[in-house]
């Protein structure tokens, strides 16, 4: 993934949970319009420096999704069981 930088305002830092939360413009590098989140600090020193009504550029370091499963209309969202996953020809399940 290449690198995608944001920018916005510093609204909260929590310390303890490791996260910042940013009112932050549109992120084009990842479709995202303006809005604000708290967003999880790689590491710790990160919170150094920073004060809440700030305004910050920053890099999104990580965007990943885990588990795929094949999905079809009608198809229920909520997660498969073990069992209900798809069988493989060696008959373990997928």
Do not use: C
């Not at 590491?43 to 890099?59: D, I, Y």
């Not at 795929?68 to 493989?88: E, I, N, W």
């Amino acid at each position: 993934m290449s690198e995608i930088y944001g920018v916005g305002v510093v609204q909260a830092i929590d310390v303890p949970g490791g996260r910042v939360t940013i009112a932050y413009e549109p992120i084009e590098g990842v479709n995202w319009p303006a809005g604000a989140m708290p967003f999880q600090v790689a590491k710790a020193a990160l919170h150094e420096g920073v004060v809440s009504g700030e305004k910050v550029r920053f890099r999104l370091e990580t965007q990943q999704i885990a588990d795929p499963k094949p999905f079809t209309p009608g198809q229920s969202q909520q997660r498969l069981t073990r069992s209900d996953r798809p069988v493989a020809a060696n008959g373990r399940s997928e």
